[in-house]
């Protein structure tokens, strides 16, 4: 038994010392006779993660039709394939020229903390409470005691000589050119590609890859690049995209962005940025020592942005904006009439809202002046597009950027009155039937209030006994201030409140104001007068402090459209995912107004009157076509209210209006706005337009949009 067990323990032995043959055979193999050969097989076979850069989500109108989608660019990006000191600076001057030939950028971060020509502190290191500290710590700089840094040109004689060591045979602009490629490099290694250039040509692209064996590490690729269609249609809904700022950075970074990231800066863009952008992915590659592809071992794909749809028809969008503009023009253009003699040739901007009175959809909304967004896509060295990028944020005269619908709040004039006639009927002040004497004036106060036909010399007294369906057509002032006067201030005030006027919608897009509601609160912190019955008076009249926006005014007038219900406006329709998954519907829900079905008929009454001849409406020349010619009968109201700038510098009045229709079975309201528009009645052609488009009546035949003004009766 011993005899076995000892055999046992020999063949054990003989095969554990084979089996150490074997392995120290192969070891010599691989280390010492074919070691060479393995280490250059090994130093071949690298690996890196490369960045899939996910598609932005396409902004699309409510039928689809894309406004912001993708195309395919190319990018230029970088590995550290073992280059560096004079070898590597050589190399990064050489890519520099092969862009600069062919009209390409690339990332230039480090103007953000050294400027050249003249060299000085850029604005991140402006902002900076020390700026050398800032540079300091941004760029990892190890400066040593007697390598004092005190300014910019101290800065940039330190990052020549002795931080990136550039040979003296590159001027100082080359070599300011190296830096900026050189801080892109702060961070890059052999296992992640840096970004240098994005969008770059394809002659830029092709150059790179024929002679690739002289830029070691750099590589290219593709990534989606931003485009917009028709976008100066509907640049203040859609925003526009830019390089993401520090602060932004700072704040985002934990969410997956990056230094060289474009984001929404305005509109959609940056409403719905969290929803739009996407999931970047990413793929494990082998490359050579060369940073260049050799085979994809692994992939983990992006995923794209979702898709925002939006409320907004861009058909009618369209429309709106080109007619905005040209009654503009063609307002500044008018001669005035024999009796109105007040239009200074002054227009000069305006807003338009139209909005879906049985959900609160925004179907169109337009501002001018109006910019391309396009404009921000273009790259760093266009520098016709950098021209007119500061003018868009230079000219605060006509301030194009700026949405009007939201953001600008304007005296409504006499659109308010359809407010007060309700707060009167539900307060119980007025009925339908109750008449007021206008009799050209009264006095309150010791102040003169007239009626303005009555002033202007158009009628030799007022309007004599008017019912609020008559005021309402014929905008009567005398009736609505005697009738605000004996609501008073809170009352009215309740109101308008109650219909949004004077409050955030709630819209999505940014920019909003509030307005102003005029008010007892409002005045004490205006003035230490004490209210009067005449600030009422002229409150009632949409006068005194009432500003409101556009939109607000839209608003308001769907509201009384469909009987009460108070939607919340809103531009985004939905959105959904890449794979047509809906991820949210913006369904709203109203808020029923206690306001009686009674008193909304009566002032729809007045409405409806304001668009008719038979009643002397002050809008009944601009669509009187729409029912004779299409069967469609309109209600609205005009509105023309004075300015700081009108009382006081002599320019022309506001135009306002605001309208409905069908009048029996209302679909849209819209508001118009524009200033120095003389008159309301001038601003319902942008009003008629829409409702044409929106009704299809346009094929069927033109609606006549010749204005006699002497014919037309004037209104406050």
Avoid at 109 to 123: C, E, L, Q, R
Avoid at 145 to 166: C, G, P
Avoid at 320 to 344: D, F, M, V, W, Y
Wanted: hydrophobic share 35%; aromatic share 10%; glycine share 8%.
């Amino acid at each position: 038994m011993k005899e076995r067990i000892k055999d046992r323990y020999n063949i054990l032995a003989v095969c554990f010392i084979i089996l150490g043959l074997v392995i120290v055979f192969k070891l010599v193999n691989l280390q010492i006779i074919n070691g060479e050969y393995y280490d250059e097989v090994s130093q071949e076979r690298l690996f890196n993660l490369r960045k899939i850069t996910a598609a932005r989500g396409n902004i699309v109108d409510r039928n689809g039709i894309p406004l912001a989608n993708n195309r395919m660019g190319f990018t230029v990006q970088i590995v550290y394939a073992g280059i560096k000191g004079d070898e590597l600076n050589d190399m990064l001057m050489k890519l520099i020229r092969v862009f600069e030939k062919n009209n390409d950028t690339y990332n230039k971060n480090f103007t953000k903390y050294i400027t050249f020509n003249p060299i000085g502190f850029g604005d991140s290191a402006k902002k900076a409470k020390s700026p050398i500290e800032k540079i300091k710590k941004d760029l990892l700089l190890k400066v040593k005691n007697d390598d004092k840094l005190d300014t910019a040109e101290d800065v940039f004689k330190y990052l020549r000589d002795k931080k990136y060591k550039i040979d003296k045979k590159y001027t100082d602009e080359e070599a300011y050119k190296i830096m900026a490629m050189r801080y892109e490099l702060l961070h890059f290694s052999s296992l992640n590609p840096t970004l240098l250039a994005r969008d770059v040509s394809k002659v830029t692209v092709a150059e790179l890859e024929e002679r690739h064996h002289e830029f070691p590490g750099v590589t290219t690729d593709i990534e989606p690049v931003r485009k917009y269609n028709d976008a100066q249609y509907a640049a203040h809904i859609l925003g526009y995209i830019g390089k993401i700022s520090d602060k932004s950075y700072e704040n985002l970074k934990s969410k997956g962005y990056t230094m060289n990231d474009l984001i929404g800066k305005d509109g959609i863009e940056l409403a719905a940025e969290e929803d739009l952008k996407g999931i970047d992915g990413q793929r494990r590659v082998e490359v050579n020592t060369e940073g260049r592809f050799t085979e994809e071992l692994n992939s983990n794909p992006a995923k794209p942005g979702n898709n925002v749809v939006l409320t907004i028809d861009m058909n009618l969008q369209k429309v709106a904006a080109e007619s905005l503009e040209r009654t503009i023009k063609a307002i500044r253009e008018r001669k005035p009439g024999k009796t109105h003699k007040n239009n200074k040739g002054d227009a000069l901007a305006g807003a338009v809202v139209a909005i879906d009175v049985n959900n609160g959809e925004v179907l169109a909304m337009a501002s001018y002046p109006n910019y391309n967004p396009s404009v921000f896509l273009e790259r760093s060295d266009n520098k016709e597009a950098q021209k007119q990028i500061t003018a868009l944020f230079t000219d605060g005269t006509n301030s194009p950027t700026m949405n009007r619908a939201i953001a600008t709040a304007y005296p409504p004039g006499s659109t308010f009155k359809p407010l007060v006639g309700i707060a009167g009927l539900q307060e119980g002040v007025i009925s339908r039937e109750t008449k007021i004497q206008d009799t050209g004036f009264f006095y309150e106060e010791g102040v003169k209030l007239t009626c303005l036909e009555y002033a202007n010399g158009m009628l030799r007294s007022g309007h004599g006994f008017v019912n609020l369906k008559d005021a309402l057509a014929t905008s009567c002032n005398i009736f609505f201030y005697k009738l605000g006067i004996s609501m008073g201030i809170d009352k009215i005030d309740k109101w308008g409140k109650m219909f949004g006027l004077g409050e955030y919608t709630g819209i999505e897009l940014s920019g909003e104001v509030e307005g102003i509601r005029s008010n007892l609160e409002y005045h004490k912190k205006q003035s230490d007068n004490k209210w009067g019955r005449v600030y009422t008076a002229k409150s009632a009249i949409g006068q005194q402090y009432n500003t409101y926006t556009p939109l607000q005014l839209a608003s308001y007038t769907a509201t009384i459209a469909n009987g009460g219900e108070k939607y919340t406006p809103h531009i985004i329709k939905r959105v959904v995912s890449y794979d047509g998954t809906v991820v949210r519907e913006n369904a709203q829900k109203p808020v029923q107004l206690p306001v009686s079905k009674e008193t909304i008929a009566a002032v729809k009454e007045g409405m409806e009157a304001v668009t008719q001849h038979s009643s002397e409406g002050t809008a009944a020349t601009v669509f009187e076509s729409f029912y004779t010619n299409y069967g469609i009968r309109v209600a609205g109201k005009t509105g023309t209210a004075e300015t700081y700038d009108s009382i006081k510098k002599g320019k022309s009045n506001n135009g306002m209006f605001i309208c409905y229709a069908p009048a029996d079975n209302p679909k849209i309201a819209v508001a118009v706005a524009i200033e120095r528009g003389v008159f309301g009645y001038y601003t319902a052609d942008v009003a008629r337009d829409i409702l044409a488009e929106y009704f299809n009546v346009n094929n069927k035949g033109t609606v006549d949009s010749t204005v006699k003004p002497d014919e037309v009766i004037f209104t406050w």
